[in-house]
């Protein structure tokens, strides 16, 4: 019953319960900030790769903890990644006014 609310509704709750905090598009995102009054600057994918190689791996393999943060930096800002990004961070930036 759970997996089917989670399926059907728009934002992947299961219920009033759910404690899984809630995910957002990039696009989503901008909006948000958009309607907070500021323009988006950047949205970056952030732990594009990081989760899925193995820890033991990063922590013993000569160099590959270096390697993997600039894997990491080259996909944060391709579109392509952010869908599979474990989180997204968006620069918001303030509007300029007119006030002269």
């Known amino acids: 019953k759970e997996a089917?609310?989670?399926l059907d509704d728009p934002a992947g709750r299961w219920g009033e319960?759910?404690?899984?905090?809630?995910r957002f598009s990039a696009d989503?995102?901008?909006?948000?900030?958009g309607a907070a009054?500021?323009?988006v600057g950047a949205v970056h994918g952030v732990r594009v790769f990081a989760d899925l190689v193995p820890g033991v791996l990063v922590?013993?393999?000569?160099g590959a903890f270096q390697e993997l943060l600039k894997l990491?930096?080259?996909?944060?800002?391709?579109?392509?990644?952010?869908?599979?990004?474990?989180?997204?961070?968006v620069l918001g930036e303030k509007r300029a006014t007119d006030e002269a």
């Open 4 to 6: 089917r609310q989670a």
């Open 17 to 22: 319960g759910d404690p899984v905090p809630r």
């Open 28 to 33: 989503q995102l901008s909006q948000l900030v």
């Open 72 to 89: 990491e930096a080259a996909a944060a800002e391709l579109p392509a990644f952010h869908a599979v990004a474990t989180q997204l961070h």
């Open 37 to 39: 009054g500021a323009d």
């Open 59 to 62: 922590d013993t393999e000569p």
